[in-house]
């Protein structure tokens, strides 16, 4: 198998969100993601006002400390900082206010929505960061319920230059039926761009090895690597054609 598979959204840093707990944690993770192939894993630690209210700075904090303490161990894969953000008033506007964590070189922000309903303005606000040159990257769209219902309503989102990152576990059930359903009808329907662990534990390396192994089936060794490496790399790049 390949093992420079990128994986643009996980939650190693230890201590800062529903993520890793613990550096040992961490460290279980990191490998455990390098052994399923990926080369490189971007930590992506939530900014959502109300649940997790992180500043840019707490997010650095907590990454230099967990790989502080990591130091002394063998971490396999290259990691990265970036970070989750909630597509609420206040983290996009520290988004816009260059305020937040977008990929490594500022290309891309990884974006997510709440589960039951798209947020306000969402469309505009997508929009208003492909104007400052940061293409969004939407977050397991195979969450959000009205996606379950009519996979078009990503449309708008599509055209307006947004790409979408499954979240591999999805399509072996990790996240429940719903999403399983909706992430193979997404797949079938070509609506990814690149693939992700969104790993929180240690034993969701695993579950992303299992999503793999189902998206080689479904798509074939050409598209799924295009999921896992090439597409990633054109985020990071800034490369994705519209
Ligand atoms: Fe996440």
């Not at 643009?8 to 490998?31: C, F, P, R, Y």
């Not at 990591?70 to 305020?99: I, K, N």
Request: glycine share 8%; with cysteine; hydrophobic share 40%.
């Amino acid at each position: 198998m390949h093992k420079g598979f990128i994986d643009l959204h996980s939650h190693w840093v230890a201590g800062i969100d529903d993520g890793a707990k613990t550096a040992q944690e961490s460290l279980e993770m990191l490998n455990g993601l390098a052994e399923v192939g990926f080369g490189t894993v971007v930590a992506t630690p939530h900014m959502r006002t109300g649940m997790f209210d992180n500043s840019r700075a707490d997010l650095e904090h907590a990454y230099q400390q967990t790989l502080q303490q990591l130091e002394s161990h063998e971490v396999r894969p290259a990691v990265q900082l970036s970070c989750e953000h909630h597509l609420d008033d206040l983290v996009f506007r520290a988004l816009m206010a260059g305020q937040a964590l977008p990929y490594p070189g500022g290309k891309a922000a990884l974006i997510e929505f709440p589960y039951d309903h798209f947020p306000l303005k969402h469309t505009q606000r997508l929009f208003e960061l492909r104007c400052k040159r940061i293409r969004p990257v939407l977050a397991h769209p195979e969450r959000y319920r009205p996606v379950w219902k009519n996979i078009e309503v990503l449309d708008p989102i599509l055209d307006g230059g947004t790409v979408l990152l499954l979240d591999l576990g999805a399509l072996i059930g990790a996240h429940g039926r719903g999403p399983k359903k909706c992430a193979h009808q997404l797949v079938e329907e070509g609506y990814y761009y690149a693939a992700c662990s969104d790993a929180h534990r240690p034993k969701d390396a695993l579950a992303a090895a299992r999503g793999i192994e189902r998206l080689y089936q479904l798509l074939g060794d050409e598209e799924a690597e295009f999921l896992l490496v090439q597409g990633p790399r054109n985020i990071l790049e800034g490369s994705v054609e519209d």
